[in-house]
């Protein structure tokens, strides 16, 4: 069982920056892609960003490729997302996921994948 943990959320303006964290109790950290997925009021789950077990692989959605990274400390058991230049339709409950990967170089897009999820954090970016 791994139990996921998101931090960092809140409420910035326009143009600025968040840094959101995601801790895992798993031993095996490094055998899961980690990806970040956002709710929007009124709107469907949607995928954001995911890496994979190494940290050398990424994927992006378009529309914040260029203002979000995703990282990951393995020997820390946490996966970041950094995210600049934010804008008011990145308002959204944000959630951390993990897929169990046959390979650590791996990573998925698609919610099915992933067996573990965090409770979400808020991201509110005011105009």
């Known amino acids: 069982q791994v139990q996921l943990v998101e931090s960092g959320g809140g409420l910035v303006q326009a143009g600025g920056s968040l840094r959101l964290s995601c801790a895992s109790s798993?031993?095996?950290?490094?055998?899961?892609?980690m990806g970040w997925f956002r709710q929007a009021p009124g709107k469907e789950r949607e995928f954001v960003v995911a890496?994979?077990?190494?940290?050398?692989?990424?994927s992006y959605t378009g529309s914040v490729k260029g203002r979000f990274t995703i990282s990951r400390d393995n020997a820390k058991n946490t996966v970041y997302l950094q995210m600049n230049s934010l804008k008011p339709e990145d308002t959204a409950v944000y959630y951390c996921?993990?897929?169990?990967?046959?390979?650590?170089?791996?990573?998925?897009?698609?919610?099915?994948?992933?067996?573990?999820w965090g409770q979400g954090t808020q991201v509110t970016v005011s105009s």
């Open positions: 996921a993990a897929s169990r990967m046959s390979s650590i170089v791996s990573v998925t897009t698609f919610q099915a994948r992933y067996d573990y």
């Open positions: 798993g031993r095996t950290f490094s055998s899961y892609a």
């Open positions: 890496i994979s077990g190494n940290g050398g692989y990424t």
